[in-house]
C-alpha cells in the first residue's frame, strides 16, 4: 500500500496528466474547425450553405472556449477541495456542530453548493452570450433561475433522503455496505427512470399529445411495424429554451413516452420524422438502452467495491489533503477525484456510444427510408451549427454520435435503391 506522500504524487500526476491532454484536446479540436472553416466539405458542398457552416464552425469554437475555462475552473476547484484545504476547512467548520448523519448531510450539500455556485457564472454565460450571439438562446432570465431554483428544491427534496440512506448503509452494513449501497442506488435509478416521464420532466416543461395528421398516421404505423409500445407521443415546448430540436424517449417499463421537441416537428418533414424515430427506436430494439443501463450499473459496482477498500485507509485522505477520517469525507474525496483516474477509459465509452449510433441508423434504414434520415440529419446539422468538420483525435475522445462525414457515408451505403 501506498503511504499518503506516494498517493499524493501519483495523485497529482494523473491531475497533470488529465488536465494537459483535456486541454490539449480542445485547442486541436479549435485549430482543426478554423483550419476548415474556409469551405464547405465535399460531401456538404450542395446541402450546407458556406455561410451556415461558418456559422457551425464559429459556434463550436466559442462552446469549446468556454469549455476550456470550465476544464481550467474543475482543476481549480479540485485542488481547492482536496490538497488546498477546502474539505479540511468545511470539516472544522462542521464537525463541532453536527454528527453523524446530518454532519454528512451538511459536508456533502456544502461540497455541492459551492461548486454550483462557482459554476453558475459559466452557465449564465454560455446561455445568455454564446448561445444568444448564435440565434439560438430564447430563455429569459426569469426562466432561467426559475429553473435554478426548482432544480435545487428538487435536489434538496430527493438528494437529502437518498443521501441520509447511502450514508446510513455505509455505516451500519459492515464490509459489505458497498454492495448494499450498489443495490440500493440501482434501485433508486430505476424508479427515477420510470416517474421522470409524469413526475419530474412537467416541472419544467409542458408536454402536449401530438396532433392528429399525417405526422401521427405516419409515426404510428411505424411504431406498429416495429411492434413497440409507447404509453404516448408528445410534444415538448422547447422553443421555450433554445432553437435547437431534438427527439427522445423517456421512461422505463410501461411508461415509455416519445417525446419531440416543437422545434423539430417545425423544421422536418413526415417522412423524415419518421425516419429519426426509426432511428431512435433502433437504440430500443438493439437494447442500446438495457445495454447501458447494465454499463452502469457495473461500473457504478465497481467503483463503490474500490471505495470500500479505501475507505479505512489512512492514507486515502491523508494524501488528499484531508486529517480527518469518516464515511461522508470518503464519499466525497472518492467522487471529486474518480474522474481524474478514469479519463483514460473516455474513448472506450464514446466508441461504445457511436457504434450504436450506426446500429441505430442502420435499424431505421431498414424500417423507414435512410434517404429521409440523411435530409433530416442534413437539416438538423445545419439548424443546430453542429459542425462538420471536427478534429479526428477530439472525436475519438468525446463525441458519442459518429461525425457527420462518417454517418452519412453508412446511409448512402444502406440506400434501398428505387
Known sequence: MPDSQEFTALFLAFFALTLAVRLWL??????????????????????IALADHQKAADYTIDRVKSVIFAIVSEGVVLLAFTLGGGLAALNGFWAPRLDGLTYGLAMIFSVMGISGLIDLPLSLYRQFVIEARHGFNRMTLGLFFSDLVKQTLLGIAVGAPVILAVLWLMGAMGSLWWLYVWLFWSAFNLLVMFVYPTWIAPLFNKFSPLEEGEMKHCIEALLTRCGFRSSGLFVMDGSKRSS????????????????????????????EIEAVLAHEL????????????????????????LLGQLIHAPWFYAGLGVPAQNTALALILFFLVVPVFTFPFTPLTSYLSRR??????????????ATELIHALVKLYQDNASTLTPDPLHSLFHDSHPPAAQRIARLQQLETPA
Open 26 to 47: 480542445k485547442i486541436r479540436h479549435i485549430r482543426h474547425i478554423g483550419a476548415h472553416r474556409g469551405a464547405v466539405p465535399a460531401d456538404f458542398a450542395a446541402t
Open 244 to 271: 435547437h430540436g431534438n427527439a427522445y424517449f423517456t421512461g422505463f417499463g410501461n411508461n415509455k413516452r416519445i417525446v419531440f421537441f416543437d422545434t423539430l416537428l417545425n423544421r422536418l418533414a413526415p417522412p
Open 282 to 305: 433502433g437504440h430500443f430494439r438493439r437494447h442500446h438502452v438495457i445495454k447501458h443501463i447494465a454499463l452502469m450499473f457495473a461500473g457504478s459496482l465497481a467503483l463503490l467495491w
Open 356 to 369: 450504436n449510433e450506426f446500429e441505430a441508423d442502420a435499424y431505421a434504414a431498414e424500417h423507414a427510408s
